[in-house]
């Protein structure tokens, strides 16, 4: 693979196994969130509504982190950033376990959530350069690990749990590879590179291009579409029949696998049409969710995971291809906006989770019946997120055929 003159492959490689490592807690932080949300909530008395807030921290300090790690990218190099991406995964791992309620818990999550953003706008950007003749591959190879370290972090929330094991346990697990990547970085030196090939002034006339704006808007779609059940499957799964964060893992087991061999793909159907066919199996996955229970809802799992494999990288990838000059600005702005909407529309994911539980409740339903209805009601309506999508997505792929410009894309 190559690699850029000015560092040795033996050090790219440690640079690409640290923003493995650093992205394995990137993911976790969500999964095991996923898990203990419904233990917090008894513990702490808190509502439906206020831990839509707590999660939606996390979802708010992407992004902020994002923007101001976009912008100061080219002026403090990767290494600063990964660093502080450090300092607040520890800190804020820390501040969750001492946390004594709603506000403790909405601090130590926003600090993870900056930690979160500052992985992806320093790591990003970092690969792309050091690897400039073999992008798309590595990556891809790195976007592995976000459904990968959601793997894990499912596999041992669920487990702990099984072993009697608090949400406090759960989450102190994620300082185990929180350490790794920060060994790792001791007395090792990242790369410079030639700044006036990565000027930020240049980044910034680059988002004004109309294609970059259309994709930006549609980042906030697609990200809600992946993340709003993802964030509440357990919470909206419970009552199922099914293990839920069992499924959590078997999707993002799947959306591995997908992206680490997604390049054949992407260049078959184009980006524009592998986002198309996303919104449809998207879809179509959360309604089946909707409709079965037991064991049937694996099937519709694994739908909703095909659907959701590709949107993330196939829309930093289109960023990329599309809109060049919009540089580690620009991909860090895309998946800012993501997790941005996120934040917003969790507590009103909340807000439907609440309200359709007291309309159950006035029906006479309790128990698994309860749960099922307000979970239902919750999945009815993310679906119109992935339906407009189909639309959107269906006219951009008509438009970039008509227009016969198909760049290939991660």
Known sequence: MDVTANISDKDAKRIFRISCIALIVTSMTFAIRAGILGDLGQQYGLSGKELGWIASMAFLGFPVAMIFGGILYNAIGAKLIIWLAFIGHALGIVL?????GFWGLMISTFLIGIANGLVEAGCNPIIAQLYPNNKTTMLNRFH????????????????????????????ATMLIPTAIYGIMMLGFEFPEFNQAENSTRSNLKGLLNPIYLFLIVCMTMTAVSEFGPGQWINQILSASGAQPMLILAMITGIMAVGRFYAGPLVHKLSPAGVLFVSAILTSLGLFLMTQLQGSAVYFAAVVFALGVTYFWPTMIGCTSEYTPKTGALGMSLMGGAGMFAVG???????????????????AGLAGNDLAMASGQAALNNL???????????????WFMRKENSEPSVR
């Open 96 to 100: 969750t376990i001492f946390a004594d």
């Open 344 to 362: 917003m529309w969790n507590p009103v994911i909340g807000s439907w989770i609440d309200s359709a539980a007291r309309e159950a409740e006035i």
């Open 144 to 171: 592995v690990w976000f459904p990968g370290g959601i793997v894990i972090g499912s596999l041992v929330s669920a487990g702990m749990t099984q072993m009697g094991l608090g949400w406090e346990a759960q989450v």
């Open 383 to 397: 679906l119109y997120f992935p339906l407009a999508l189909i639309v959107i997505f269906g006219g951009f792929y």
